[in-house]
């Protein structure tokens, strides 16, 4: 269901009501676009029931390259198993810090690779601490890469296409009719305007 979902609401839906099954309250989708060139950064399109409370808080993008997640997951495909000690031991627990009070205590990570430099990012998130058992452990882990699996092919026709400029009707009947292999003088002719508009 996730992988079809046909709009921004019910892809969020989704993936909230995916976490909730695995017993989790808070899910976080990314879309990482790396971008090439000189002074290039990656432009991180998300998805999800973050809290507005957290957003606001967490807005230095200095926290985010500190943060042993984030980087955790831009660079290796492995799945991540989170708590208080794995921020210690990174040397960010003020990180984990300013998070525990929004229900960021402990959680799993994943990444999908995808074609044209892009990453997708999943995380879920609780306050209880995880499964002691392995094999519980593992089923979660299991279902959040098939879950992630499945949303990057929404996250790419769904994410990047909210970020697209939307065009007018004018434009798209312009393009329209260049499709169509009308010249621009034709199609100047044909709406009225001059062939260099």
């Known amino acids: 269901q996730v992988s079809q979902a046909a709009n921004l609401a019910s892809f969020r839906q989704g993936l909230i009501d995916f976490a909730n099954d695995l017993d989790f309250g808070l899910i976080s989708g990314v879309l990482a676009i790396e971008r090439r060139g000189p002074g290039a950064k990656p432009e991180y399109i998300s998805i999800g029931n973050t809290p507005a409370e957290f957003l606001a808080a967490s807005s ?10 984030h980087s955790h997951v831009m660079r290796n495909a492995a799945p991540l198993v989170y708590d208080q000690r794995l921020y210690a031991d990174a040397g960010a627990g003020d990180l984990w810090e300013m998070q525990a009070p929004f229900g960021y205590r402990t959680g799993l990570a994943v990444s999908v690779h995808m ?5 997708f990012l999943l995380g879920v998130d609780r306050e209880a601490a995880l499964p002691t058992d392995p094999v519980k452990l593992n089923r979660m882990i299991a279902d959040l890469q098939l879950l992630a699996v499945h949303a990057q092919d929404a ?27 009308k010249s621009a003088w034709v199609v100047g002719s044909l ?6 508009t």
């Open 155 to 181: 996250a790419a026709r769904l994410l990047v296409s909210a970020k697209a400029p939307r065009l007018q009707p004018r434009q798209l009947e312009i393009l329209k009719l260049t499709m169509e292999g």
């Open 60 to 69: 230095d993008p200095d926290n985010a390259k500190r943060d042993p997640v």
């Open 191 to 196: 709406l009225g305007i001059s062939e260099n």
């Open 115 to 119: 074609p044209g430099y892009r990453r």
